[in-house]
């Protein structure tokens, strides 16, 4: 399945009895919120607002609500159906292939990634519509104030387009953005984030300007990689084209010098001012808690361009669990063979939705030798932004890290705290409220794999309690004649 933009995955999602058209009046402010967190904590469907307010643009929100929605927005039934394309495509990187067969695969493999490059276009429907000077107003669009102590209005779901000023290399993420009035909006580009990077590259050069496109809505696939954590110089939109399986295509912004996914909904361009900061926040954010106050750049508008009948799609983050889970736990599944690529002993991981992507990280390993499990965690904190996970948790290869009482039965029952734990530091999340300075604090690993005489174990480590599979096979075989 492959999505061309907004229309047509409400339309599947319709089809599937996953959208919900709500028609009564609702508000953007706060009200659509609580809304959605019900519904998204109970596993409900999609929302389609279309009566919000007096603005006369519907609200999507929810889209990416579960993970089977998630997984179709990617073109997949299922995401490890997605991951193991990615895991065949990393093989390409192994060294030269063997035998004519293999050379073939490998060919066509290439041709699908040298199709997966974006594609310019003369004109897009992202563009029926051109709005400029005092006819380019943000608070014309349906953009949610989503919590009470929110300092105003937040674009949640946008995709920021920007370029480095000296390489030229593009990138795309999503910063939150605060509406501060009809013509600028807080850039929440956090330290870390290649944004910032950017507009720290734009001051370094004396540049009076750094250009900055905002794409809201498109095809779902596009949307999503925005959150994804590529890697430096890997084109978010290139990476769009290899999921979908067909290029993206894009078109040239009106009054900035950048290119844009041509069946976004709806287009924001304009500029920020290198090392000009405003107030930004607060903010009730995927951490659960409010991040506060605190400098961030500003984006100048100087046009909105959309299609003749946009929809505004967006997404609410807060305690978990929210939609931003889905889209997190589509980049754990995704990235899991890159990661592979480096430690080949890991088995799978898990990011769960209380870890807050990366709060808690739980590894199993195929584990050889003494001390793996410290080289895995210590491996993981020095991967992009795995640097940021404050806890990292290694169990057994036969443990199920996706099942969170078995390995905190794991956990309990395997770790000595003097000798399985470490502390390391560096750099935290900028939301992070329990480090006691901003942008660096402590971490923690939790080693709790079986260990041996290597590792300082004198004792015998017991085997689990399993029955007998010969005892199992025998109660299988009566099991209907016991009358359970």
């Known amino acids: 399945m492959n999505f061309r933009d907004t229309k047509e995955f409400i339309d599947f999602l319709d089809e599937k009895g996953e959208l919900l058209r709500i028609k009564q009046k609702v508000s953007s402010e706060l009200e659509i919120t609580e809304i959605t967190d019900r519904v998204v904590k109970s596993g409900g469907p999609a929302l389609l607002f279309e009566n919000v307010d007096d603005y006369g643009i519907p609200v999507l929100i929810n889209a990416f609500g579960t993970q089977q929605r998630m997984a179709w927005a990617l073109g997949v039934e299922n995401m490890d159906d997605l991951a193991s394309r990615v895991k065949k495509l990393l093989k390409l990187t192994q060294g030269p292939p063997s035998g004519i067969l293999n050379k073939a695969r490998t060919l066509m493999d290439l041709i699908k990634i040298a199709g997966s490059q974006p594609r310019l276009v003369s004109s897009a429907p992202c563009q029926d519509v051109v709005l400029t000077g ?25 995709l ?15 910063y939150r953005m605060q509406v501060y009035d009809s013509r600028t909006a807080g850039m929440h580009w956090q330290t870390h984030k290649v944004g910032t990077h950017h507009e720290r590259e734009a001051k370094e050069k004396g540049l009076d300007r750094l250009e900055v496109a905002v794409a809201l809505g498109g095809d779902p696939t596009t949307v999503w990689t925005g959150s994804a954590p590529l890697p430096p110089g890997v084109d978010e939109f290139a990476m769009s084209g290899f999921i979908r399986e067909k290029s993206v295509d894009l078109v040239k912004c009106k009054t900035v010098d950048l290119e844009v996914p041509a069946n976004s909904e709806i287009i924001l361009e304009g500029y920020v001012i290198p090392g000009q900061l405003r107030t930004e926040g607060p903010f009730g954010d995927h951490t659960g808690y409010y991040s506060l106050a605190d400098e961030y750049p ?12 946009p929809i505004y799609q967006t997404t609410v983050v807060g305690r978990p669990v929210q939609e931003d889970f889905y889209m997190g736990k589509a980049t754990e599944r995704i990235f899991i063979p890159i990661i592979q690529m480096v430690l080949p002993e890991v088995v799978d991981m898990n990011m769960p939705a209380e870890g807050i992507f990366h709060n808690l990280v739980i590894v199993s390993i195929k584990k ?19 640097m940021l996970a404050k806890a990292i948790v290694v169990v057994d290869h036969f443990v199920n890290v996706q099942d969170i009482s078995e390995v905190t039965w794991r956990v309990t029952n395997n770790l000595d705290a003097s000798q399985d734990i470490i502390f390391s530091t560096g ?13 660096i604090g402590s971490k923690v690993g939790l080693d709790a794999t079986a260990k041996g005489p290597l590792e300082g174990r004198v004792r015998e480590w017991p085997p689990d309690i399993v029955m007998s599979e010969e005892i199992r096979s025998m109660v299988d075989s009566k099991w209907k004649s016991y009358g359970l």
């Open 160 to 174: 920021v387009v920007s370029r480095d000023p000296v390489t030229g290399t593009r990138n795309v993420g999503t």
């Open 427 to 439: 750099p935290v999340d900028d939301l992070d409220h329990a480090s006691p300075t901003p942008k």
């Open 134 to 158: 005092e006819n380019a107003d943000l608070t014309k669009l349906p953009i949610l104030k989503c919590w009470p102590m929110d300092a105003g209005r937040y674009i949640t779901l946008p």
């Open 368 to 386: 050889e030798y003494p001390g793996q499990a410290m080289k895995v965690m210590n491996a993981l904190w020095g991967m992009g932004l795995m």
């Open 298 to 309: 500003v984006f100048h508008l100087t046009a909105i361009t959309h299609r003749k009948y």
